[in-house]
């Protein structure tokens, strides 16, 4: 099955599985508004109705190349578009194509739409600092018990928690750098916060 793809005139589609046991979750844009449908709950939103969109990125253990767009509605539940979908018990699939240009439709129409929805980018500002604080601390300390242990002369220690914060500062400092809080435009969208294509 095609996950994005034509779906009559002026209408674009995307499929994802956020869960294995779970149903697809589909989008469609059309020049009214958005239809969706998650399992058997089903809605349509006007553009107008449009009040936030979100884009993030959001790893996690088996995809670790995950990007999220969610969207807040007037009348509706949040809804949540994410670039990789469940195909097995042991993998997900990477959207990364399909996702980046149902994403960057999806600000097209909503520009030309006139929207007055606000357009953030990264971690909500109260999880995004509080959590950078303890990436900080984190590594601090890490880094400290490197010197501790060269001056303990005990080096193979030393070096595996140097790998190991190595790792951790590849790691939290990719998902740092590329959630900080911020607002954009929907004629730009931000370039770290979509799949390279």
């Known amino acids: 099955m095609n996950p994005v793809g034509a779906a009559g005139e002026g209408a674009v589609t995307y ?12 989008f469609k844009l059309t020049d009214r508004g958005l239809d969706w449908s998650a399992g058997n709950k089903r809605g349509r939103v006007a553009w107008r ?7 993030s990125f959001r790893p996690v253990s088996m995809q670790t190349k995950r990007y999220m767009t969610e969207i807040w509605l007037e009348g509706a539940p949040k809804l949540e578009i994410i670039s990789s979908s469940w195909k097995s018990m042991v993998e997900q699939e990477r959207l990364d194509d399909a996702y980046s240009a149902f994403v960057g439709e999806l600000h097209r ?19 995004y ?18 010197v501790r242990s060269l ?5 193979t220690g ?7 914060l190595a790792l951790f500062l590849w790691q939290g ?4 750098r590329r959630n900080r809080p911020g607002t ?3 004629d730009a969208l931000p370039a770290e916060l979509l799949p390279k294509r």
């Open 15 to 26: 499929i994802y599985r956020p869960s294995l046991l779970g149903g697809a979750w589909e």
């Open 49 to 55: 109705d449009v009040r936030r969109v979100r884009m």
């Open 109 to 127: 129409r909503l520009a030309r739409a006139g929207t007055t929805a606000r357009f953030e980018q990264g971690r909500n500002p109260l999880i």
């Open 129 to 146: 600092w509080p959590g950078l604080g303890v990436f900080a601390a984190v590594a601090f300390g890490l880094a400290g018990m490197v």
């Open 151 to 155: 001056q303990a002369k005990v080096v």
């Open 158 to 164: 030393a070096l595996m928690v140097a790998a190991f």
């Open 173 to 176: 400092g990719n998902y740092f």
């Open 184 to 186: 954009y435009r929907p």
